[in-house]
């Protein structure tokens, strides 16, 4: 069930980062590491900092961008250090461990997102992500290495997994089973569609978007959508685009 688990870093500048927390996933127990343009990898100090957990380094996926990092995944949890202009579900790392193990028990892939040591992840890039995470720590010293804030996450999640008897919580059966759902790459797809037939009715000014699509990631982001409701939502963006373009239409029994 761990092997659902993916740790992905972006854009990490100090490859002594990467090696700590690939000790630190190792630590608890999680091996999948993606790495988005990370600026120096791989790198002896990597290697050096890893303690040991090499293997997850040598299997280490190097991408070009988050939605490389995230295709396949259904629940994507993304660390935040500050408030945001939009609020999002925001959880603990506690929260957050139960979660994840919640979701790897369904089968469902589960990606696990922390940003760049100087800045974090950007607005842009936490809006992938149907939840934040806050790592409570000291406001007088809040800044936590980045390695320490993998350690602590990773710790949760195996506490959590500890206590379901490393089988993952047997509650309530879920409304859809992780085959059902969309993918995260799929939603970002539907996304990208939404934007443009909103562009196209005059509903959004992609001069003055102000937060509208946020707004609606946030909406749908809180919703277990499956795939076959993402391609009905998908459908009716088709047909309104053609409507708002005065092509013919034909009215399709559903």
């Given at each position: 069930?761990?092997?659902?688990?993916?740790?992905?870093?972006?854009?990490?500048?100090?490859?002594?980062?990467?090696?700590?927390?690939?000790?630190?996933?190792?630590?608890?127990?999680?091996?999948?590491?993606?790495?988005?343009?990370?600026?120096?990898?791989?790198?002896?100090?990597?290697?050096?900092?890893?303690?040991?957990?090499?293997?997850?380094?040598?299997?280490?996926?190097?991408?070009?961008?988050?939605?490389?990092?995230?295709?396949?995944t259904r629940l994507v949890l993304g660390?935040?250090?500050?408030?945001?202009?939009?609020?999002?579900?925001?959880?603990?790392?506690?929260?957050?461990?139960?979660?994840?193990?919640?979701?790897?028990?369904?089968?469902?892939?589960?990606?696990?997102?922390?940003?760049?040591?100087?800045?974090?992840?950007?607005?842009?890039?936490?809006?992938?992500?149907?939840?934040?995470?806050?790592?409570?720590?000291?406001?007088?010293?809040?800044?936590?290495?980045?390695?320490?804030?993998?350690?602590?996450?990773?710790?949760?999640?195996?506490?959590?997994?500890?206590?379901?008897?490393?089988?993952?919580?047997?509650?309530?059966?879920?409304?859809?089973?992780?085959?059902?759902?969309?993918?995260?790459?799929?939603?970002?797809?539907?996304?990208?569609?939404?934007?443009?037939?909103?562009?196209?009715?005059?509903?959004?000014?992609?001069?003055?978007?102000?937060?509208?699509?946020?707004?609606?990631?946030?909406?749908?982001?809180?919703?277990?959508?499956?795939?076959?409701?993402?391609?009905?939502?998908?459908?009716?963006?088709?047909?309104?685009?053609?409507?708002?373009?005065?092509?013919?239409?034909?009215?399709?029994?559903?």
């Amino acid at each position: 069930m761990l092997q659902n688990i993916r740790v992905v870093l972006v854009n990490t500048s100090h490859p002594g980062n990467i090696g700590g927390a690939a000790r630190a996933m190792k630590n608890m127990g999680l091996s999948r590491l993606v790495l988005v343009q990370p600026q120096q990898f791989p790198s002896p100090e990597a290697s050096a900092r890893a303690s040991g957990a090499d293997d997850v380094l040598t299997d280490a996926v190097v991408v070009d961008s988050l939605e490389e990092a995230l295709v396949g995944t259904r629940l994507v949890l993304g660390t935040s250090a500050r408030d945001r202009r939009l609020p999002w579900p925001l959880i603990d790392p506690r929260e957050c461990g139960r979660a994840v193990i919640e979701h790897a028990a369904l089968g469902e892939e589960i990606a696990l997102v922390f940003g760049r040591e100087h800045a974090g992840l950007t607005n842009d890039e936490l809006q992938r992500c149907h939840f934040h995470v806050h790592i409570p720590s000291n406001p007088d010293f809040s800044s936590l290495n980045l390695a320490a804030s993998v350690q602590v996450l990773a710790y949760e999640v195996r506490t959590a997994w500890l206590a379901s008897g490393g089988q993952g919580a047997s509650s309530s059966k879920p409304a859809a089973t992780p085959s059902e759902l969309a993918t995260m790459d799929e939603m970002e797809l539907f996304y990208q569609h939404l934007e443009q037939a909103l562009v196209d009715i005059g509903f959004l000014d992609p001069e003055k978007p102000r937060q509208l699509m946020p707004r609606l990631r946030r909406l749908y982001g809180r919703s277990a959508v499956e795939r076959t409701e993402v391609s009905i939502l998908r459908g009716i963006l088709t047909e309104t685009q053609k409507v708002a373009r005065g092509e013919p239409h034909k009215r399709k029994d559903r």
